[in-house]
Every structure is written in C-alpha cells, then in structure tokens.
C-alpha cells in the first residue's frame, strides 16, 4: 500500500501512482531476506513523500505491518535541517560543488539528475523545483 501526502494529517494523503516495475529478489535482503523494488515512472512522484506499507500476512511472514517513508524534494541539497525548501541557496551551493568531466558518486547530494556529473542541468533542475515556501516539502514526524 502506498500514498503521497505533505502534512502531519495522514488521512489526507492519496493514493501513490501505480509502479510500472515491481521487483523481487530472493536471498538479497537482511538475512537473506527477499528484497522488493518497485519503481515509478520518471517524475511521478516528486517533491512529496512517499509512504510505503506492507501488510502482517503469511505471504510477507510479517507479525505486524512494516511502515516506511521517503521524503523528496527535487534540487534540495541538505542545507537546513530545519526545512526542506529549495531556493537560491541550493542553486549557489550546486554551482560551487560542480564537477566537470569527473564523475560524481551515487551519494553526491549536487546531483540532481543522477547522471553522474555536477553542472549546469543540476542548477537547472534546482531553479525549477523552487516552489512557494506553503507548498515546499514538509518535515514530518511519522507516526
């Protein structure tokens, strides 16, 4: 079960995109668990969180749900732990961090668009995401 909401109010969120991949592998997980990917289509979910359940059923073996959320902000580079806002100052510090020809690691927080390199398109990507400080993506505390 998945859904996408901005706020404390969890009965306000929706229900998530439907995946267009799910994924399993068997012995990948911890204690060769098996591990579940699933994957949206580009941009379906952005600038939102993502909240994740699986259900206590003899097909999982869980004894109870297992709840998991993921928060997004496209052009977010970790500058506040006080919010998640995009702005100017995610754009300068993108442009100080660039990185021409080198490759940048998968963990590089100034690439944006996961294409290994730090530049002009990750600036870009930043200035398009900055949304009105109401709508920016919320620090929640799940539950």
């Known amino acids: 079960d998945c859904k996408i909401g ?6 306000s969120w929706v229900p998530a995109p439907t995946p267009t991949q799910i994924g399993a592998r068997s012995y990948a ?3 060769q668990s098996t591990r579940v ?3 949206w289509a580009d941009g379906a979910i952005k600038n939102t969180w993502l909240r994740v359940e699986v259900k206590a059923t003899a097909r999982t073996g869980l004894a109870a749900p297992y709840v998991f959320y993921f928060g997004n902000t496209v052009g977010e580079t970790g500058n506040s732990s006080t919010d998640a ?4 100052t ?4 993108i442009r100080t961090n660039a990185i021409g020809i080198n490759q940048a690691a998968i963990t590089n927080v100034f690439d944006i668009n996961r294409d290994r ?3 002009a398109l990750d600036v870009l990507l930043a200035r398009q ?3 009105p400080r109401e709508r920016a993506l919320r ?3 799940a539950p």
């Open 117 to 119: 390199q730090v530049g």
């Open 29 to 31: 997980g911890t204690q």
């Open 85 to 88: 806002y995009v702005g100017a």
């Open 37 to 39: 990917s699933l994957a």
């Open 139 to 141: 620090l929640i505390t």
């Open 6 to 11: 901005n706020s404390n109010d969890l009965a």
């Open 90 to 93: 995610d754009q300068l510090r």
């Open 129 to 131: 995401n900055v949304l």
